[in-house]
């Protein structure tokens, strides 16, 4: 059975300083690895995914994650923080292939606060 | 393209009454997944329909309800409600079922109050 553990339930930063938001996961298969953004009021929308080719993946907004298999993680990025970064956070795992969307393991979700 | 829209984005009810959902997927998507959201419990996945066939269901009482129409529209329904059900319920949809590259789009979300 796959799991997924975000590591932190809030971050705060500084807006131009470093984004590092942490997500573990288990999994019996190789896994796809998703981040996901919700802001306030509204759905998730997708940053990037992972699903067996590179393993750094670059997403949208200047975010990016690396998988490590050998530490099962799949950490977030961003070199600089910007206000409009403010959101929360949903790390995702689901099994390879994913036949069915009860596969999906969501994250409890990291709250990302950025000060000025 | 219009993306995933869910009306009406809030909703208040007592307990015991029931509740209809409503998601519109993108154009082209054939796909609809729901998705309960709680401060408690997280994400947690409701089901899925695909060309008006359910396809899966997660952990939840029978209740809980769905069924998608020949455009792909899809409606969600709570019977009988208890306080334990205020959550935000979102959709996503997809072009495909399933698939480990496919891609959800989410909805922004009904944000249902039970009182």
């Known amino acids: 059975a796959q799991s997924v553990t975000q590591l932190d339930s809030h971050v705060s930063v500084s807006e131009g300083t470093p984004v590092l938001l942490r997500c573990n996961y288990s999994s019996s298969y190789s896994p796809s690895l998703f981040w996901y953004v919700q802001h306030p009021n509204k759905g998730l929308q997708l940053l990037l995914k992972?699903?067996?080719?590179?393993?750094l993946v670059k997403g949208i907004n200047g975010f990016e994650a690396e998988f490590k298999k050998s530490e099962t993680s799949f950490h977030l990025t961003k070199p600089s923080a910007h206000m409009s970064d403010a959101a929360e956070y949903f790390c995702?795992?689901?099994?390879?292939?994913?036949?069915?969307?009860?596969?999906?393991?969501f994250g409890a979700g990291t709250r990302l606060t950025v000060k000025p | 393209k219009a993306g995933v829209t869910q009306t009406p984005r809030y909703l208040i009810k007592t307990r015991g009454q029931q509740v209809t959902l409503s998601c519109s997927p993108i154009s082209g998507h054939r796909s609809v997944s729901w998705y309960q959201q709680t401060p408690g419990q997280g994400l947690q996945f409701l089901f899925e329909y695909f060309s008006e066939t359910q396809r899966n269901k997660g952990n939840f009482p029978g209740r809980f309800s769905g069924r998608q129409f020949s455009n792909s529209r899809s409606e969600m329904n709570v019977s009988t409600l208890e306080l334990g059900d205020s959550a935000l319920y979102l959709c996503?949809?997809?072009?495909?079922?399933?698939?480990?590259?496919?891609?959800?789009?989410f909805g922004p979300g009904t944000r249902l109050t039970v009182l």
């Open positions: 996503a949809s997809s072009s495909l079922p399933g698939g480990r590259t496919d891609t959800q789009y």
């Open positions: 995702v795992v689901s099994v390879l292939p994913r036949y069915n969307n009860n596969d999906m393991r």
């Open positions: 992972y699903t067996s080719a590179a393993t």
